[in-house]
Every structure is written in C-alpha cells, then in structure tokens.
C-alpha cells in the first residue's frame, strides 16, 4: 500500500483530535537531503531532483517530484536516471546535513529534554514535561513543525500517539509536511487496516513470509495465535508482533543514546585493482570520517574497513585500538594496514568504506601546533594540527584544506 493510499485511509477512519494520553511524538523531516541542498537552490523547488554520486551509486534522496517518477531512496542511480532523466542529480554533501541536523535537533532539546534521535533526520519526543508551557501535544507538534521550516526552510511530518511505534507510524501516513494524531482509544482502529510491511522489523523476507501465511494486514497478525508466528518468525519476532499489533508498546523515549558509530562508503565510477587508487581513497575516507568524529567530539577504540568486490561480495575488517583517536593519520594508517593484510593483488574492487567504532569522549590532548616530519610528529601535535584544519573545513568549506595526497592523485603512495 503506498503512502498516498495510507493517508488516504488514516482520514476514511475519522480517528479525530483527542490527543489525551498521547505524550509521544515522532518528528520526520521530508525528503531530508534533497531538502537541505533545495536551501541554498531554491530554483530547484518543485523540479526532480535526485541526491546521490556516480553513476554506480545509490540515491540517498529525492524530491517528491522525483519520487513521482519512480525514484527512491537506495535505488541505483542508473536507474534513478532512466526513470527520471530530466532531473538534477547533486553529489551529497555529508558535513553539510550534519549541520542542519544539529540545528533541528537543537529546536527539539529546547522543547524537552527527553529527546531520541533515530538519525539526523527524525527523533522521538516526550512533551508530556511541555505540556504546561507549550500546550497540548498536538500544538506542540504544530510548534515543532512552524520553528523547523522558519529556522531551515525544511518542512517536517509529525505523528502523535501514545506509544513510539504508533507515532512513528502516524508521521509516515502524514508525509509531506503534515500533522496526525492518533488518539488512544483509536489506536487499533489505526493499525489494524495497515499492511503488514508497515510494521517495524519487517522486512521483505518476513512480509513473504506473513504473506505466505495468509496475513497481509496488521490486523490479520493480530488474530492469529503467538504460537503460529513464532514458528514462522522465531521465538523472539513472533511474540514481539504480535504485541505491536495490538499496539503493545511500552518503549520509553530514551534521550542521550549514544552514537555506535560513524562511517562514510565510497562506490567507485568503475571496479578498482590500482592498490595505489585504493590507498588514496582510504585516505580520503579515513580523513572523512575522523573529521566528523572530532567535529562531534568523538574519538574511537576500533576502525574498520568495508570491500565490496566486482562480483558483489562483501567483506569486513577491524582492529581495536589501544588507544582511543579522531586522528586522520592514526584511522588512515590502522585502514591501510587492514587492507595490506588481504593480500589483494590485482582484484576488483567496486566498493571502499571505513567505519568508527566504540565510539566515546575525546579526551584533551596537546595544544602546540606542529608541521614537522612525518616520522617526527608526535599524535597529540598532528591532532593539534587537524583540529586547526577543521576552523579552516568551517570557515571556508571542507574543500579549503585537505591532506595534499588528496590533491595530486600522482602523489598516491
């Protein structure tokens, strides 16, 4: 069932306005990335566009103009171009999103401070706290949605519920830039005419797999008996369901969840054997992600790294640090060793990434600046130094100053 049809059923159900109980609140911004680059290119609103890199990626988003054509999020881009050949395609810009991300987010803390991000563009609320300052849930879901357009000129979708997973349902059947409550005693009247592939956890597997059993809606979950679906799910999906569907969901919005970890993927215009090409854009992935690490006040005990290779195949690698960092050089180098100890003489490469994990505080470091030899530079000096390039990354953009490997690619080691 696709989106237009959902909310065409949430308003054939007539849930009404009661918002009594309904303390939870889902906030999803619309079309996110695609969004965020129509901001400084407000020409291109109401047109196609399309965000996502090369021409063997995958789209990270697209406008509502897009998606009317055919595009969606992780579709490949060759595709995404067939489907929609007249629209503008913008390589992502990551930093950029984060930005925006940490204004949004900002707007929710100063509602309450029970606050669950999911990711940088939808997060959980708890007003019950906001209630006396700012209202009833619905027009504080009125509020979060005014401020965040005025104060980004994105537009978000709220759902409004009593439980996380039927908010988070609710803001879906309203997108775009809309607003819906699902009162508590409606609760089962809203879920149980939804489809099955509405429900968190399910998948493309698990929705044949219901399928297969004869169960299309939440409803038919609901009505059939626990022992049935954990035969078909396992012990711990059938049960979990079953609760959903009859909107059993005792989750509390947790705020301060701690991020796991930080990545960036790089998919390449065509397979790679060149362990010279390989090196540099670990290079520039490592540089990546540590950046986003110390800008997030981050360091990491593991760094990994991700190949995908011609034929698809996909294989990872990590060490553990003994030492947490944020440092370019330390990531760079401990990526570089992992790929080194593959062996991988002469094989295609399709796909690089380079992963941050146990993430935690960084701690303080040394502050003298120091530009020396490589094999002289002490760790806290170079992290001194990187700190300064990343002033130079904000004031004058992420392309102002980068490791100078990164600049003449015949400078690759």
Request: include cysteine.
């Amino acid at each position: 069932m696709s989106r237009r049809s959902l909310a065409h059923l949430a308003d054939q159900l007539g849930l009404g306005t009661d918002d009594t109980g309904c303390n939870i609140v889902h906030v999803d911004m619309d079309a996110f990335y695609a969004s965020a680059e129509l901001i400084d290119r407000p020409d291109l609103r109401g047109t196609p566009v399309i965000i996502g890199g090369g021409a063997r990626g995958v789209v990270l988003s697209a406008t509502y103009e897009a998606r009317a054509l055919g595009v969606h999020a992780a579709m490949p881009m060759a595709r995404a171009r067939r489907l929609a050949p007249d629209a503008v395609v913008i390589t992502p810009d990551h930093d950029r999103y984060q930005q925006i991300s940490r204004e949004i987010m900002a707007i929710f803390a100063s509602i309450t401070p029970l606050l669950e991000p999911l990711s940088l563009d939808e997060a959980f609320l708890d007003v019950a706290g906001a209630r006396r300052r700012l209202g009833t849930p619905t027009s504080i879901g009125q509020h979060i949605r005014q401020r965040v357009h005025a104060e980004t000129s994105i537009t978000c979708s709220v759902g409004v519920a009593a439980t996380k997973f039927v908010a988070k349902l609710a803001s879906t059947v309203a997108k775009p830039d809309g607003l819906l409550v699902v009162p508590r005693d409606q609760t089962l009247t809203f879920l149980h005419p939804l489809p099955v592939s509405a429900m968190w956890g399910v998948g493309d597997r698990t929705e044949d797999r219901l399928r297969n059993l004869g169960l299309n809606t939440i409803g038919d979950i609901a009505h059939t008996p626990t022992q049935t679906l954990t035969r078909a799910l396992g012990v711990s999906a059938g049960p979990r369901l079953v609760d959903l569907a009859w909107g059993r969901d005792d989750r509390p919005v947790v705020a301060d969840v701690p991020e796991k970890s930080i990545s960036n993927e790089h998919t390449f215009e065509r397979d790679v054997d060149d362990p010279k090409v390989i090196i540099r854009e670990l290079l520039r992935l490592a540089d990546h992600v540590a950046h986003r690490a110390r800008t997030r006040g981050f360091a990491a005990r593991t760094v990994a790294i991700k190949i995908r290779f011609a034929d698809f195949t996909t294989l990872s690698r990590s060490r553990t640090l003994s030492v947490a960092t944020d440092g370019g050089h330390e990531v760079f180098t401990v990526a570089r060793e992992l790929y080194e100890a593959l062996g991988l003489q002469r094989v295609r490469i399709r796909l690089l990434g380079v992963r941050l994990e146990g993430l935690g505080p960084a701690g303080e470091r040394a502050d003298q600046l120091a530009f020396l030899d490589e094999a002289t530079v002490d760790p806290l000096e170079r992290r001194t130094a990187e700190l300064a390039a990343d002033a130079v990354r904000r004031r004058f953009g992420n392309a102002a100053l980068r490791p100078a490997r990164l600049i003449d690619p015949e400078s690759a080691p």
